[in-house]
T-cell receptor
Framework: KNEVEQSPQNLTAQEGEFITINCSYSVGISALHWLQQHPGGGIVSLFMLSSGKKKHGRLIATINIQEKHSSLHITASHPRDSAVYICAVRYWGETSGSRLTFGEGTQLTVNP | NAGVTQTPKFRVLKTGQSMTLLCAQDMNHEYMYWYRQDPGMGLRLIHYSVGEGTTAKGEVPDGYNVSRLKKQNFLLGLESAAPSQTSVYFC???????????????FGSGTQLSVL
């Protein structure tokens, strides 16, 4: 089983701050997802990465395959960015086949 | 397009009762999934389907059954609800799934289920 660890669990920031959320995993993967869960509960896919870096607006996601680590950055944070950010990894297990394992999420609160 | 629609949004059951959660997607996706989300834990896969007429067990399948009679619908059934099944349930779908490089997950809005 692939263990997915996110840090920090909770993060409070002031509007405008640069934010970093980290995700580490234990075994080799084929892809990594970053998801956003809104306060109302809905989940939206932000990025899917297999290597390198992706950018969408103020969000940047990077992955280091050798170090088994990914980061999600938010530039110029805004209160509307307040949400739970979830990392999920796709990997192949010998007995389970292809699997998607989710981290517990990082609760981000951005204060005005 | 509506995307992924889950019904109902909320439900309270008594122990031993049965119910079915419906997930519908209008994106012609092959892959559909049912997850449960519990406090302090990541989303866990209950069952999934890689196409019409197929289903497979996920990480926590016990106490649940599923059916995929039509490509656009994926039903999750609880035959005899237990308090341990109190959770938030999410349906998701994707076009390519597995090792495809362009996989993107689309989620329903969730179902809050309480079993008393």
């Amino acid at each position: 089983k692939n263990e997915v660890e996110q840090s920090p669990q909770n993060l409070t920031a002031q509007e405008g701050e640069f934010i970093t959320i980290n995700c580490s995993y234990s075994v080799g993967i084929s892809a990594l997802h970053w998801l956003q869960q809104h306060p109302g509960g809905g989940i939206v896919s932000l990025f899917m990465l297999s290597s390198g870096k992706k950018k969408h607006g103020r969000l940047i996601a990077t992955i280091n395959i050798q170090e088994k680590h990914s980061s999600l950055h938010i530039t110029a944070s805004h209160p509307r960015d307040s949400a739970v950010y979830i990392c999920a990894v796709r990997y192949w297990g010998e007995t389970s086949g292809s699997r998607l394992t989710f981290g517990e999420g990082t609760q981000l609160t951005v204060n005005p | 397009n509506a995307g992924v629609t889950q019904t109902p949004k909320f439900r309270v059951l008594k122990t031993g009762q049965s119910m079915t959660l419906l997930c519908a997607q209008d994106m012609n996706h092959e892959y559909m999934y049912w997850y449960r989300q519990d406090p302090g834990m990541g989303l866990r896969l209950i069952h999934y389907s890689v196409g019409e007429g197929t289903t497979a067990k996920g990480e926590v399948p016990d106490g649940y059954n599923v059916s995929r009679l039509k490509k656009q619908n994926f039903l999750l059934g609880l035959e005899s609800a237990a308090p341990s099944q109190t959770s938030v349930y999410f349906c998701a779908s994707s076009y390519e799934g597995d090792l495809a490089t362009n996989e993107k997950l689309f989620f329903g809005s969730g179902t809050q289920l309480s079993v008393l």
